[in-house]
């Protein structure tokens, strides 16, 4: 395959969908399940197809697959989307990362292996090559030593580099151009912080776009030295909001090939994600450029 415009690497598992009816049960409790679907998981590998539906050339590498039905099912519809996985082989005798996702209207619970994946190191090494012949790369931060040593390797050649939730004193944020953090992550690490303080010390911590997201709230966006900003997201009837935040990544990702200011890369990616949580399986049926663009115009009128 050709030069691809962004290498993306990081979490890459088989993702089974189910879409219920109501709301998430209570323990013990019943949900009536509307939709199953089989589809990827991992937020590089999410993010990589979003972009691929913006018509974005993608290079994908991460965690290792197995030679099953499973890897032998991610691995088809990657292609299907024209990413390039060659730099992910099956393995044989090997199970890959699992995940199962059950998805109401609001929120969405996910079951999964990522922990052993995170435990037995089961990942390739980044090849500077693949950085390099990029023009920006989108990087989880979970394999940390790896992604560190990737986005240093971008950083030297002066690509920028995207990446989502990594705390305040992470070294990955001397590296990267932004930096997408989610509400569910500051709830996680930072529960008894002000949100105004912490996006100030995420702004101190990194010369690149700090943004933080909040759902259907405005998203809150700014660099070293400047004032907080917010972008209100489009209004919609979710369907399913699995995906929504790796879509928001893409968004940013996009923004940066396209040398956008950063009040249009959040609108966009605040489009581009909301689009996603309208469909089921939303990041399998993301939205092409043209709707994105028509959401963003008419958002604004």
Not at 71 to 97: C, H, M, N, Q, W
Request: a negative charge; hydrophobic letters at 40%; charged letters at 25%.
């Amino acid at each position: 395959m050709g030069k691809h415009e962004v290498y993306a690497y990081g979490v890459v598992s088989s993702s089974t969908l189910y879409r219920i009816k109501g709301k998430f049960p209570q323990a013990q409790g019943y949900a009536e399940i509307e939709d199953v679907h089989h589809m990827t998981g991992g937020e590089a590998t999410n993010s990589s197809i979003v972009l691929s539906r913006l018509g974005v050339s993608v290079k994908l590498d991460g965690n290792w697959l197995g030679a099953d039905s499973s890897g032998e099912r991610t691995r088809a519809i990657l292609s299907d989307f024209g990413i390039d996985t060659s730099r992910l082989p099956l393995r044989k005798d090997y199970v890959g990362v699992q995940e199962v996702v059950v998805a109401d209207a609001d929120s969405r619970t996910i079951f999964g292996t990522y922990g052993r994946l995170l435990e037995k190191a089961e990942w390739n090494e980044p090849v500077a090559d693949d950085i390099v012949g990029a023009a920006v790369v989108c990087l989880d931060p979970f394999f940390v030593e790896q992604a560190t040593r990737a986005a240093k390797i971008a950083f030297d050649a002066d690509v920028p580099v995207v990446t989502v939730d990594c705390k305040t004193d992470d070294e990955l944020l001397s590296f990267t151009s932004a930096v997408v953090i989610a509400e569910s992550f500051i709830n996680e690490h930072y529960p008894d912080r002000e949100v105004e303080d912490l996006i100030r010390e995420y702004q101190a911590a990194t010369d690149g776009l700090v943004v933080f997201t909040f759902g259907d709230a405005p998203v809150w966006f700014g660099r070293r030295g400047e004032a907080v900003r917010l972008v209100e997201p489009p209004t919609i009837d979710p369907v399913d909001t699995t995906g929504g935040g790796d879509a928001f990544r893409a968004g940013v990702v996009f923004g940066s090939l396209k040398g956008w200011d950063d009040q249009k890369t959040i609108r966009f990616s605040a489009a581009l994600a909301a689009l996603v949580c309208t469909r089921f399986p939303g990041v399998l049926d993301a939205p092409g450029l043209s709707e994105v663009v028509e959401l963003m115009e008419g958002d604004a009128s």
